[in-house]
């Protein structure tokens, strides 16, 4: 049965079977565990020095981290939320018109994640958007609802700062100068992914999105404030991360992972659904330009009595992009294709 959207706002009571996962690939949500002590980082902090303490210890731990006060306003979060919201209620007629199963389109609504390689299909919905320049895409946005293009333009840009500023910690965490990674990952593309996930009559037998990394940069998620959904994996157990009122999530993409010589973890994590209720997230990607070369910055390898070596190879993110795109999602981390003892 070929997947097709399942934001049709009519609720399922069984869940269909190309949704079902193997006995061994469910998600066995009663082993989920919550996770206490994720890291909260209050980026309007004076003291820098605590503050690329706080982000080096939490990429190094959990490549997931949790930031409030990062600039960008409630208003502009809430309309974000809001236009979502009002574009997925939208007649099934209106964003068919968008629709498309073929990921080198920089705009489309699809479904699942990426249904000509898939066997069986996840219980999401997308809005997939390239971000940057806006000038560039924004004609290819959804003209409805009207205020669609105006509403993520803004958030889109105020996003992009926050992630130039996490950059810079992240960069100053490692040692590095403060615009060393701005400076390596280019003039970096912003893709967007509003993620809908309707209410799933069976979340024991499915995933939204099953277990992955992310292939960018540095991805900012604008988590659902009232729906739990994410999950990441720490040492083989799986942890849900709660919303936490007006903070973003971020988590470090395979690009730091690589750029810091496996200091930082590009983790793997999951979106899971609840039978009682939709739940809407935004994720924004910051990516490295096309013709970046990912390559450990020396000072991270080169010490004269170190014996660390670099463990990934120098590739273009053109290179990792399309490696990426060419697999399944849940396979191997995409980063075992690039080490340097392969």
Same mark, same amino acid.
């Given at each position: ?9 009519? #609720? ?8 079902? #996962? ?24 004076? &003291? #820098?020095?605590?503050?690329?303490? /706080?982000?080096?210890?939490? *990429? ?5 981290? /949790? ?7 409630? /208003? ?24 498309? &199963? &073929? ?18 299909? =996840?219980?999401?919905?997308?809005? $997939?958007?390239? *971000? ?55 003039? /970096? ?15 024991? +037998? ?21 729906? *739990? ?5 720490? &040492? ?9 009122? =007006?903070?973003?999530?971020? =988590? ?17 994590? #999951? ?7 939709? $739940? ?19 000072? +991270? ?25 060419? $697999? ?5 981390? *995409? ?8």
């Amino acid at each position: 049965m070929a997947a097709k959207l399942i934001s049709t706002g009519l #609720r399922h009571t069984t869940l269909p079977g190309n949704y079902v #996962r193997p006995i061994s690939d469910r998600p066995r949500l009663s082993e989920v565990s919550q996770l206490e002590d994720f890291p909260l980082i209050d980026l309007s902090s004076s &003291d #820098r020095s605590l503050l690329v303490q /706080q982000t080096h210890q939490a *990429c190094a731990r959990f490549g997931f981290f /949790q930031v409030t006060n990062h600039g960008v306003s409630k /208003q502009v979060i809430d309309d974000m939320v809001s236009v979502a919201h009002e574009f997925f209620s939208m007649s099934m007629e209106e964003k068919m018109k968008l629709y498309s &199963d &073929d990921p080198t389109r920089t705009t489309r609504l699809s479904t699942s994640f990426n249904v000509k390689k898939e066997e069986v299909n =996840n219980w999401r919905d997308y809005l $997939r958007l390239h *971000c940057y320049p806006i000038h560039k895409y924004v004609h290819e946005w959804p003209s409805k609802p009207p205020s669609f293009k105006e509403v993520v333009s803004k958030y889109s840009r105020e996003v992009r700062e926050v992630g130039f500023n996490i950059e810079e910690l992240i960069s100053e965490s490692l040692g590095l100068e403060k615009d060393y990674l701005k400076k390596v990952l280019g003039e /970096q593309g912003q893709h967007m992914a509003v993620n809908y996930y309707p209410p799933c009559p069976e979340p024991e +037998l499915t995933y939204g999105l099953p277990a992955h990394t992310d292939p960018n940069a540095l991805t900012i998620l604008l988590q659902d404030s009232t729906v *739990c959904g994410l999950q990441i994996l720490i &040492d083989g157990q799986w942890f849900a991360v709660n919303p936490h009122p =007006n903070a973003f999530v971020i =988590n470090i993409g395979d690009q730091l992972q690589a750029l810091s010589n496996g200091v930082y973890k590009s983790v793997w994590h #999951r979106a899971v659904t609840n039978t009682e209720n939709p $739940r809407l997230s935004v994720a924004s990607f910051l990516c490295p330009a096309d013709c970046a070369v990912m390559s450990p910055a020396k000072s +991270l390898w080169e010490a004269e009595d170190s014996e660390t070596k670099p463990i990934y190879r120098d590739f273009t993110y053109a290179e990792y992009y399309k490696k990426f795109w060419s $697999r399944n999602l849940d396979q191997e981390h *995409c980063l075992e294709n690039f080490r340097t003892d392969v």
